[in-house]
């Protein structure tokens, strides 16, 4: 009897730990939006990219997507010297690559070293470049490490959260990594397949370590609407940016799945062309190149309706350059912009513009009426040019709305500068002023308006030029931040970008995520991926 | 019997919406690009029977001035389409020799070319300034200018045929001069063809003009066309939520199979 109660007993175990041994190991699903085109984090320059280098790799110092402030990362500790040249690095004992291969300073220096290498072509590594000259690295003990630049970087802390660190060992090479995941998997147009990193540094306050989630699923899907309809039937947990009109529908469906973490840091923008381009008529160059034209075009415009009518609400009307969620850099004296129909009028006839028979002319009789360029498919983009065309007629301004494929668009602002207006989205990565270098200076290929200047061509743009180049080469953030405060005024005066909204970071998380707090800074859903966990299913927290 | 039923209900409604689109001024009184931006996506109501879009322009004035834009100029376009394929493929035909072949080789050729990614490189090199009036007759003279291949293959074929009828043979005996031949001989017995030519053209342009507004690059806002508005159903989720915004594809749908019945039929042809 007994004999027969054991095996049954035996058996009832057999099959409960047979249950749990079958258990299937916590899975999160979601999409990258192209294919990547690199797994080499020193290469990084597309969104794709960036996500995996974010999942998988680690970094020196990584900046707090919700606080915004640095915390120690694979440095214990850091130290910049006074002339902003010199960073000192105190590195974490006793870490090993997702290989097994040990982590030392030596791995610290071969990734600067490739990173700052002429012949890598980094994007990230120019961020570095402040003045000609080498690097040098330096490796006093296993965990030292102490970088020294050509001339002082600003904001250089800042920028070690995009330097993921590679082995200078491993076989892998950029395979072996020290963030929370590793690439397992990857099917080109497919999904990439990411596994728990076993050796990752990180453990929470009970001492179980991070991350939770055993295995991520990153699928290839360009399409926004079938990255909905899937996220909609369960098979996806996750959506990184919603646009505002899904998001709308997705919150009436179930408000609890539809996360809005409010101003985002992307603005949309328009400007006008100041180039000497000679396919720009001489009188429309004179009206664009007028402080007074610019001003009174962007006083017409009705930015209260744009985020309201085009982004359902989920915008809102920008003041500069600067997103209000970028807590430290945003200037918060800017003026509020202001829809001034009467005001943009009373502009425009100081600077000679008349009225006649509802169209606007200027002092030499030329009606005013312009084409303002976007680029086809963006809907959004395009709602919000008609929109703008409506509240231009008021004006008397007549201006056609021209969508373009992208090449073509690119072509037409960058190289044959045959355009008179466009309207484009500016996605900012960067917190700090220094990425904005490029779009600043008036030597910059991003100058939009009028790009590659020998010499600036008014004394703004030398003075926007002097504060720019003061701010980089200062380390008291304090004083950069006081030297780009005024920057922002003067765009604001000058208004040689019409920056119209900031849209909202908007985010889509299934209640089957536990941990989530999406933020305004990218990646803005899963920033703390580590801490994510799954209901229901396995994971290395739960086993503990 | 019934076939003529068919036609003549076909006529009917082509024949209303022809009208429909050509005086749309009487039929509403908003105009086309007005935005009431305090209804964006209103539901229909009296004071906008079909609703307002995204932006709150009225969504029926839209309709009417788009189904304008579309019928009016497609059936240009394949008028234009038609005559270059009844030129080249008439001279093809009755000539032969290397003439045909040329002429042949230049139409595979054109067919080879992927249409869209032409009208795509098209547009690029348009002029920016152009009025949305200007741009949108462009793009249709765009595709009656690149839509003649397919036609002329048909009206060549039927022109060799006819190159070596015995009745044209008789007429070159009786002694008509090449005018006469042509006005009196060739063009009367190839007009079936090139009517249906004709007729089949129509809703294919209506579609391509559809399919380029699709890809934001057809009819320039604020102007509306049924491609344009279609762009609208891209979202399967918010047309399910509004459906009155099919009224164009309804429109669509329902015009090209009117323009499908009344087509003449093969006996006709024959």
């Not at chain 1, 294919?35 to 794709?48: G, S, W, Y």
């Not at chain 1, 006793?94 to 890598?120: C, I």
């Not at chain 2, 102007?223 to 009224?247: I, K, Q, T």
Request: aromatic fraction near 10%; proline fraction near 6%; include cysteine.
């Amino acid at each position: 009897m007994w004999g027969y109660l054991r095996i049954a007993l035996l058996f009832i175990l057999g099959c409960t730990t047979a249950t749990r041994g079958g258990e299937e190991p916590s899975e999160l699903h979601f999409c990258l939006h192209g294919e990547p085109k690199t797994f080499n984090p020193i290469l990084v320059d597309d969104e794709a990219s960036e996500n995996i280098r974010y999942l998988t790799g680690g970094v020196l110092i990584r900046v707090n997507r919700q606080t915004q402030a640095m915390e120690p990362g694979l440095a214990e500790s850091w130290k910049v010297s006074k002339d902003g040249r010199t960073i000192t690095f105190q590195l974490r004992k006793g870490l090993y690559f997702s290989d097994g291969t040990p982590f030392s300073s030596e791995d610290v220096a071969h990734t600067m070293r490739s990173l700052m290498d002429p012949q890598t072509h980094s994007a990230t590594g120019d961020a570095f470049r402040s003045g000609p000259g080498t690097i040098e690295v330096q490796t006093p003990s296993a965990d030292v490490v102490v970088v020294r630049f050509p001339a002082p970087v600003a904001g250089l802390e800042r920028l070690f959260d995009q330097v993921a660190i590679l082995s200078s060992k491993s076989p892998k090479k950029e395979m072996s990594v020290l963030g929370p995941y590793y690439v397992s998997e990857y099917k080109a147009g497919s999904y990439v397949l990411l596994r728990r990193n076993p050796n990752y540094w990180k453990h929470d306050a009970r001492g179980n370590p991070l991350p939770y989630i055993e295995i991520i699923r990153l699928d290839i899907q360009r399409n926004r609407d079938i990255e909905l309809m899937r996220f909609r039937r369960g098979e996806l947990q996750l959506i990184n940016r919603v646009d505002a009109e899904q998001f709308e529908r997705l919150q009436k469906e179930n408000p609890a799945v539809a996360r809005n973490a409010g101003t985002g840091l992307d603005g949309e923008e328009m400007w006008f062309n100041q180039t000497s381009s000679p396919t720009l008529q001489e009188y429309k160059r004179k009206w664009f190149q007028q402080t007074e034209f610019r001003r009174a075009v962007s006083m017409a415009i009705n930015r209260v309706d744009l985020s309201r009518v085009v982004f359902d609400g989920f915008a809102t009307p920008a003041f500069g350059p600067v997103s209000p969620s970028n807590q430290f850099w945003f200037n918060s004296s800017l003026p509020a912009p202001k829809h001034d129909l009467q005001g943009a009028q009373a502009l425009l006839s100081r600077a000679g513009f008349r009225l006649e028979g509802g169209n606007l002319k200027d002092p030499a009789g030329n009606r005013v009426e312009f084409t303002l360029i976007t680029n086809s498919g963006n809907t959004a983009r395009e709602k919000m040019a008609t929109m703008i065309q409506q509240d231009l007629a008021e004006l008397g301004i007549s201006m056609k709305v021209v969508t373009l494929d992208f090449p073509s668009l690119i072509e037409r602002i960058t190289r044959t500068f045959d355009y008179d207006a466009c309207l484009l989205g500016l996605v900012n990565t960067d917190l700090d002023p220094n990425g904005q270098l490029t779009v600043w200076l008036s030597s910059g290929e991003n100058h939009q308006w009028n790009p590659n200047e020998k010499t600036p061509a008014t004394a703004w743009e030398a003075e926007i030029d002097r504060l720019m180049r003061e701010q980089a080469s200062l380390s008291n953030e304090k004083l950069r931040k006081a030297k780009f405060d005024r920057v922002q005024e003067i765009v604001a005066e000058q208004q040689p970008f019409i920056y119209l909204v900031n849209k909202n970071a908007l985010s889509a998380v299934s209640a089957e995520v536990v941990g989530a707090s999406p933020v305004a800074l990218n990646p803005q859903v899963f920033w703390n991926i580590d801490t994510l966990r799954l209901n229901n299913s396995r994971e290395v927290g739960a086993k503990q | 019997m019934t076939q003529r039923v068919f036609r003549t209900i076909c006529c009917g409604i082509l024949g209303t919406v022809f009208v429909v689109g050509l005086f749309a001024q009487g039929f509403t009184h908003y105009p086309y690009a007005l935005q009431f931006r305090e209804f964006p996506n209103a539901a229909p109501s009296s004071m906008h029977l079909l609703g307002t879009d995204g932006l709150g322009r009225d969504f029926f004035a839209r309709v009417i001035y788009g189904t304008r834009v579309s019928l009016l100029l497609a059936p240009a376009a394949a008028l234009l389409a038609t005559a270059i394929a009844a030129v080249l493929g008439g001279v093809a035909g009755l000539r032969g020799g290397w003439l045909e072949t040329l002429i042949l080789a230049t139409a595979d050729l054109s067919m080879s070319l992927p249409l869209l990614f032409v009208l795509i490189a098209l547009r690029a090199f348009l002029p920016l300034d152009v009025s949305p009036v200007l741009s949108v007759v462009a793009t249709f003279v765009t595709l009656g200018l690149l839509g003649w291949p397919s036609s002329l293959r048909l009206v060549c074929a039927a022109s060799r045929n006819l190159r070596q009828s015995d009745h044209l043979l008789l007429a070159r005996a009786t002694g008509y001069s090449n005018s006469q031949m042509l006005f009196r001989q060739v063009i009367p017995h190839l007009r079936p063809i090139f009517l249906a030519q004709f007729w089949i053209s129509i809703p294919l342009f209506i579609l391509t003009e559809a399919t380029l507004s699709m890809l934001g690059l057809g009819v320039m806002e604020p102007l509306p066309s049924w491609g344009n508005l279609l762009r609208g159903s891209e979202d399967f989720s918010a047309m399910s939520a509004n459906p009155w915004r099919l009224v164009p594809l309804f429109l669509l749908v329902l015009t090209v199979i009117c323009f499908q019945f009344v087509l003449p039929s093969s006996e006709e042809l024959t």
